[in-house]
């Protein structure tokens, strides 16, 4: 990774009325894939719209390349030049194909030269496996291969900055997989900010991971240490050990327990990406059920 740091968040704050969303957020992202994890209401899609310039921060600063996020709106126009970004919803006109989609967000983005601007799309098509479905009216994909050409979108013009909202929502394991190959080679020369529920993304693919919750960065540091935090809090055991934060029956009868204090016939498991990131929430105690 290198040391000069692509992204610059300090102090951030913003409120919707009453409603504090971000909390004086301070983050420096550098090259690399970073997961961004937090249950619903921590202020994660917040955060991504404040840095990608589609809200405006109440108090704070952002910087992208040395240029100001939170700045005059010449100083945001070029931090969008250096943004891919993808929502988690994203409209598509009616009718277009795959390639026309694709050819009218490069045109958005200052694409003028015909010849370029194709090939452009038809290697991000390429990048996310739909050059086949170029011709397809949007209308006709299924809602998995919409999500990979909302992806693809991002990637025109190779931004130095990705930022990926959920961007492996409704994916087959085969794709995310493939997903991950993108994003990891594209993580090699550029920022990627990852927000996700999927853990498992973040234990396959980030470097980094941060954890936000109550507009609050919890956590901030390599996937490796955030499982060391649960390291000896995570149990197997034929019932509930006492005091568990989290418990669930797996597929092999065994009782999986997240916290509390072991008892006889207990056995200290590996802690997963999951376990950590549940017992740094603190989640009360769920009542134990049977896994259909």
């Known amino acids: 990774m290198t040391t000069a740091p692509i992204v610059e968040i300090d102090g951030v704050t913003k409120r919707f009325g009453a409603t504090l969303a971000l909390d004086a957020v301070t983050l420096t992202l550098g090259s690399g894939v970073t997961g961004l994890l937090g249950p619903n209401g921590a202020g994660k899609t917040t955060l991504i719209r404040v840095l990608s310039t589609a809200e405006a921060p109440g108090s704070g600063s952002i910087r992208v390349l040395g240029h100001e996020a939170t700045g005059r709106l010449a100083e945001r126009t070029r931090v969008r030049r250096l943004i891919g970004y993808l929502p988690q919803e994203v409209g598509f006109p009616r009718g277009m194909t795959a390639f026309s989609f694709l050819d009218y967000i490069a045109v958005l983005k200052e694409w ?156 200290a498991t590996e802690p997963s990406v999951e376990d950590a990131y549940l017992l740094m929430l603190g989640h009360r105690p769920e009542p134990l059920e049977e896994a259909a």
């Open 112 to 267: 003028d030269d015909t010849a370029a601007r194709h090939a452009e799309v038809r290697r991000a098509l390429g990048l996310v496996d739909l050059s086949d479905r170029a011709s397809s009216r949007v209308r006709t994909l299924s809602g998995g291969q919409r999500r990979r050409l909302a992806l693809a979108q991002a990637f025109i013009g190779d931004p130095p900055l990705l930022i990926l909202d959920e961007p492996t929502t409704g994916l087959d394991p085969e794709q995310r997989a493939g997903l991950r190959g993108v994003l990891s080679e594209r993580g090699a020369g550029g920022a990627v900010l990852l927000a996700t529920h999927q853990t498992e993304d973040v234990a396959a693919l980030c470097e980094r991971v941060v954890v936000l919750a109550d507009g609050r960065i919890r956590f901030d540091g390599t996937v490796a240490d955030l499982v060391a935090t649960a390291a000896g809090q995570v149990w197997l055991s034929e019932e509930e050990v006492p005091g568990a934060r989290m418990s669930w029956r797996t597929g092999t009868g065994r009782v999986r327990s997240i916290g509390g204090t072991a008892g006889p016939g207990a056995e």
